[in-house]
């Protein structure tokens, strides 16, 4: 059931973080209303990445799986950074962590989907 949870989160959080470059977009072309959006999706994106890690610490300990925490934490320490270089218009950072977070998230989605979050026998 938990992996089912982890898998949804992290589905959630990618369909998303896909709206962020979308809503800058539109406030580089000149529609000035395209910041509020990226603004309220980055505050969207940053609360999925830290539900996906209180659900990622579930997993790890019930099934005893510590690679989707380790990316999830991973992945939630540079959306943090990412945010805050974004509120304080640092776009050399704030643009290149951009792309790496979505890749990074893209990823985890892909390795979450592929492989099954079983729970590891315990050893005797």
Do not use: K
């Not at 959630?12 to 709206?19: K, S």
């Not at 529609?31 to 996906?52: C, E, F, K």
């Not at 999830?72 to 943090?80: D, H, I, K, Q």
Request: proline letters at 4%; aromatic letters at 12%.
């Amino acid at each position: 059931m938990i992996q089912w949870v982890f898998r949804a989160v992290v589905t959630v959080h990618v369909v998303a973080i896909f709206g962020q470059p979308v809503f800058a977009g539109v406030y580089l072309s000149g529609d000035y209303d395209g910041l509020r959006w990226h603004s309220l999706g980055a505050d969207t994106v940053t609360s999925i990445g830290y539900l996906q890690l209180i659900v990622a610490i579930v997993v790890w300990v019930r099934l005893r799986r510590a690679w989707p925490f380790i990316g999830t934490a991973a992945l939630v320490a540079a959306e943090t950074i990412q945010y805050f270089a974004g509120l304080d218009g640092a776009l050399w950072l704030h643009l290149p962590l951009g792309v790496l977070t979505i890749a990074a998230l893209v990823v985890l989605f892909v390795a979450v989907w592929r492989q099954p979050l079983r729970q590891e026998p315990a050893d005797a």
